[in-house]
C-alpha cells in the first residue's frame, strides 16, 4: 500500500519541474545518540513521505546491526518534496552515523551537500564527534545550521548549550532552533530554515551530463546500485555513459531517486541526488569518487575523495575451509557497500587461507564481522586486532607491517633496523570536571601525554591527548565510560608516528610456535600480557596424553609459562598389595612412554579453541 502511494504521487510530480534554484542538498551530523535518526524520521513524516501513524522508528537505518545496535553505520539519502510559500522544493537529506569509526560515511555524505544540520543535545551539550563532525563540514564549506534537540528533556539547559556553540564554534545562536524530535516540537520549522539558508546546489543543465558517484550497493537482482550526485546535464533511462576511473561503458537501465525506497524516474538533472542502476555485475567496477559522463563526451574529472586510511587491521578466516570462495564473493560484496574497509588476502599455518582487513576503528570491525554474519550466513574467526607499524631500516627505506608475521626478527633488528615507529593519535575527550583526575590518570596509564586543557563551560573540560594507537584500539573506549560514569565523549584523528621499543611476542605450544598467536606490542606491556595469555589459554587447550607447555616469549626468551599435565592410566590399578618396586616399576615404564610420546606428538591448536580464545579475549574487554 506504501509504495502504490508513492508511485500515484510520482506519476504527479516530475524531476523536469524542479531547476537547481528550488533543489536543498543538505545532511544531519551530530554526536552518537543526539537524535540524528528520529529528526530525519520526523522530517520524512512531514513531507508526507512516509506514514504518519507513530511507529517509524529509524526509517533510515535499514540494516539489521544498526537496528540491533541501535547506532547508525551506513549514511542513508532520501528525496523528500516541500512545499513552502506556494512553491514545490526537492529536498535531499542524507542521514550520517555519529561514531568516529564511521567518520569516512560522514565525509563522503557532505561532499554531495551544500549545507548540514549540526544537531546538539540540549542536555549533554557538545561533545568531542560534534566538535569533529563541525570541522569536517566547516573544512567543505558547507553552510551550518545549529539546532538543539531534546529540548523537553528534564535536564535540558538550552542556553547553556548555546553559550557552548557559541564560545566553541563562533556560530551565530540569537536564531537557533529548539527543538524535540521523539515530541516533534517546532519540527515544522526546520525545513524553511534549511530552504532559507543553504545555497541550492551549483550546476549547469546545459552543460554535459556528469556525476559523482558517492555510495554503491549489491542487490542480487541487478547487481550494482550507484549513488549519484548530478554535477552539470541531464541522465535519462536508456543513455550509453562511461565511467572515468575503470574506462568501461554501461547502458543506464534505471534511474531514480530514493522516496524512501527506490522510485523510478527514468530523469535526473544536474544538482538532483539519485541512483542508476547500469548492469554493472562485479563489485570491483563501482569506484567511490569516481566520474560517470556520457559516451564520447569530453568533461572535466571531479575531484572524489581521499582514500580511508584503515587504522586497524585484523584476520578473517571461515571456520570451514570449504567456505573461503563463498566468503571471498560475499567481502567483495559487502566492501562495495562500505569503501572504507582495505582487503589483502594472506595464510596462516593455524587457520589456513583468509584475509588480513583494515578498518577505521574497532566498532567498525565488529560492525563488519556482524553484517557479514547477518547479510551472508558467514561462520568465521577474526584474530586480535592490530595497528600498522612502520620500520624504517639503516639504508633509508622503511615499510609499513600490518601483520605481526612481517615483523624484523632479533637478527634483522640488529644489523639491518634503524628503528621501530608506531601511529599516534590526538584524542579529545569532553567530559565533566569532577573526572578530570580518573581520565588523566587512565590517559597516562595508555602512555599518553597531554597536548591541552581548556573549559568549555563552567563544568565541562575538552582535553586533548597525544596516544599510542595500539593503546586505543584495545578496551580504552569501554574504560573510559565506566571510569567516568558514562560522561565523558571521545574522538581522535591521525598524528603521525612516534619511535618506539616495539617488540614481537609469541605462543609456543611445546616448543614450537603458533603463527596466528603473534602479537605485536610495546616492551612495558609483555609480561602482563605474555602472562595472561597463558593462563586463557590452558583454559581452551584440551589435554593431551603428554605434557602441554604453553609459554609466551620474545624471541629466545621465556616470560611466561604454564603446564597442561598428561591425562594417565592407572597403570597400578592391578597391584593388591606386594612390594612399593613393583608400583615404581610400572610407573617408571608409563613415564618413559610419556617422554617418547612427547618427542613424536604433535600439539595442534584446533580452531575450536582459537575460537574460544579470541571470543574470551573479547569478552573481558
Known sequence: MHKTVQFKEYNRIHLTEFPAEYIRNFSIVAHIDHGKSTLADRLLELTKTISNTGSNKQVLDKLKVERERGITVKAQSVSMFYNYKGQQYLLNLIDTPGHVDFSYEVSRSLAACQGTLLLVDAAQGIQAQTVANFYLAYGQGLEIIPVLNKIDLPGADPERVCQQIESTFELDTSTILQIS???GINIDKVLPSVIERIPPPVGDIDKPFRALLFDSWYDKYVGVVCML?????????????LSAHSGIKYEVSEVGIMHPEQVPTGYLHAGQVGYIVCGMKSASEAHIGDTFHHLNQKVEILPGFQPAQSMVFAGIFPVDTNDFRKLDDNIQKL???DASVSVHKETSHALGQGWRLGFLGTLHMDVFRQRLENEYDANIIVTQPTVPYKVIYKNGSSKLVRNPADFPDMEERTFKVSKLQEPMVLATLIFPDEYMGKLIELCGSRRGEQVEYFYVDDTRVLMKYRLPLAEVVTDFYDELKSRSSGYASFDYEEAGYDDSDLVKM???????????????????????????WVKR????????LFD?????????KIIARETIPAMRKNVTAKCYGGDVSRKMKLLQKQKEGKKRMKMIGNVELPQKAFYDFMDKSNNQK
Open 548 to 556: 602441554v607447555s604453553i609459554q609466551t616469549a620474545l624471541g629466545g
Open 181 to 183: 524530535a521523539k515530541s
Open 229 to 241: 550526485g548530478m554535477k552539470d546535464g541531464i541522465l535519462r533511462k536508456g543513455d550509453k555513459v
Open 335 to 337: 566492501t562495495l557497500n
Open 506 to 532: 609469541s605462543v609456543l605450544l611445546n616448543s614450537k610456535p603458533v603463527d596466528a598467536l603473534s602479537i605485536i606490542l610495546h616492551r612495558s606491556q609483555t609480561e602482563m600480557v605474555g602472562r595472561d
Open 537 to 544: 589459554l590452558k583454559g581452551v587447550i584440551q589435554r593431551q
